[in-house]
């Protein structure tokens, strides 16, 4: 992940230093000397990166103001006073991943720095310890249909009241796991008040529709390849990234600038395997000797995404090559993986 962070007294830099330190696996974009924080903060907006500021809240507040702009698309903004007691997210809890976000710093700053790192959470349903509807959709790769619906669904939450539940047959799942708060009715029953369907599944009337995602792009590239070349094979092919589930390559890709950028501007995670977890799938496909030289399998794209696809895939696009740039892309097979938020 490429994430922003910016300091402003010694102190701050102190704690940002710290910071990079406990995050060797990620790519930090860290504020120039030189660089307006107004620059910085929409840069890192347009990459989606989350921006860390360490420093006080209205410093934050305003140097984001102009560019907030929906919350289901909107990166995660977290504020750490440099004394590292707080961390703070103001922004994009949820859909961002800002809350979740939080928690992790503050348990590297307070586990292995000595920091007390109290992570400051004020969305309801986390307060509340129960389910969110918003988390639930992002850790399964759901598609948020009718946005309006994530407050009646968390209000009858709240409320403890129940909700009545749908699922397309289209989509796996353990009945067994479906928590208490919720009632499963009979597809074709209306109305309904959560319907998750997979794409081409009729509508049915419901307070929030989930649709899932069933495409993964496998992605193989050269080193400091731009995300434009990548941008450009996939443009080529005509994919729809509102369906795309995930991209997934090998680990010695999991800091490839380029990449991460092309994920995190399309809103894709980037899932990462190494060579011995591609291994079992990289024997179903043509081989290149330089590639099994270099990575240890001999077909990244094609390995990757049958990986992350998993059992009863389907590959739609097998190998194809651009500029530095290879792809491939696999249909999964959609299956609710979690229920907890």
């Known amino acids: 992940m490429i994430l922003g962070i910016c300091a402003f007294t010694p ?3 102190v704690l940002q230093q710290t910071i990079l330190d406990l995050f060797p696996e990620e790519v930090f974009d860290i504020r120039k000397k030189e660089e307006t924080l107004s620059d910085w903060a929409h840069r890192c907006f347009t990459l989606h990166a989350p921006l860390l500021f360490i ?5 934050a507040v305003r140097a984001i103001a102009p560019y907030v702009s929906d919350k289901l698309s909107d990166p995660p903004v977290i504020v750490l006073d440099e004394a590292g007691e707080h961390v703070i ?15 992790v710093l503050s348990c590297r700053l307070k586990q292995r720095a000595g ?29 948020i249909v009718n946005r309006q619906g994530i407050q009646k669904i968390s209000q ?14 289209s989509i796996s799942y353990e009945r067994e796991q479906i928590p208490p708060l919720f009632t499963l009715v009979q597809n074709g029953i209306d109305p309904v008040d959560l319907w998750i369907k997979g794409y081409g599944d009729a509508s049915r009337n419901a307070l929030l529709t989930l649709e899932a995602k069933e ?6 590239c050269k080193k400091n390849t ?6 450009e094979l996939v443009t080529a092919h005509h994919v729809d990234l509102s369906r795309v589930f995930s991209v997934a390559s090998i680990d010695l890709k999991a800091k490839e600038y380029g990449l991460l950028a092309f994920c995190q501007r399309n809103h894709l995670p980037l899932r990462t395997y190494s060579s011995a977890e591609l291994k ?24 990757a995404a049958a990986t992350e696809a998993k059992e009863g895939y389907q590959m739609l696009l097998p190998k194809t090559v651009g500029d530095g740039v290879t792809l491939a892309i696999a249909k999964r097979k959609v299956t609710i993986t979690t229920w907890e938020t």
């Open 11 to 13: 102190g701050g830099r």
């Open 55 to 59: 420093g006080a809240c209205g410093i």
């Open 89 to 103: 997210p103001i922004l994009s809890g949820h859909m961002g991943g800002g809350n979740e976000l939080a928690k």
């Open 115 to 143: 920091y007390p790192a109290e992570a400051v959470i004020t969305t309801a349903t986390d307060v509340a310890h129960t389910f969110s509807v918003d988390v639930f959709a992002k850790k399964n790769g759901f598609t």
């Open 156 to 169: 009858k939450v709240l409320m403890n009241r129940p909700v009545t539940l749908g699922i397309a047959n």
């Open 215 to 220: 495409y993964v792009l496998g992605i193989g």
């Open 226 to 231: 731009p995300q434009e070349k990548i941008n």
């Open 280 to 303: 079992p799938a990289d024997a179903d496909f043509a081989q290149s000797e330089f590639v099994a030289h270099i990575t240890g399998v001999g077909n990244v794209c094609e390995s």
